[in-house]
Nanobody, 125 residues
Framework: QVQLVESGGGLVQAGGSLRLSCVAS????????MAWFRQAPGKEREFVAG????????RYANSVKGRCTISRDDAKNTVYLQMNNLKPEDTAVYYC??????????????????WGQGTQVTVSS
């Protein structure tokens, strides 16, 4: 089992920045690929960014490419999402996810085995 706890969400004006963190506990040695997803009200959960084990590879949704950076610190069992130039359409609950099977980050929710409880990001115009 892997437990994930996100933090760093909040209310920010358009153009602002936030840094989300996700700390893993439990069987963290089994954590391979990690990712951030988001879900806005009335919409499906969508991929935001993913990072492979050892941070050798990252991938981003087109909607956030150039504005977001995913990173991980395995010594701290933590994955981060730096979000810059935030837009109102970035408003959503952001979830951290871990795969115990995949080396490279997948873009589908079913690619991941464990999920955090989510942290709310609200961007005002």
């Amino acid at each position: 089992q892997v437990q994930l706890v996100e933090s760093g969400g909040g209310l920010v004006q358009a153009g602002g920045s936030l840094r989300l963190s996700c700390v893993a506990s439990g069987r963290t040695s089994s954590s391979v690929a990690m990712a951030w997803f988001r879900q806005a009200p009335g919409k499906e959960r969508e991929f935001v960014a993913g990072i492979s084990r050892s941070a050798t590879s990252t991938r981003y949704a087109n909607s956030v490419k150039g504005r977001c950076t995913i990173s991980r610190d395995d010594a701290k069992n933590t994955v981060y999402l730096q979000m810059n130039n935030l837009k109102p359409e970035d408003t959503a609950v952001y979830y951290c996810a871990v795969s115990t099977q995949r080396f490279y980050a997948g873009m589908l929710p079913e690619d991941y085995d464990y999920w955090g409880q989510g942290t709310q990001v609200t961007v005002s115009s």
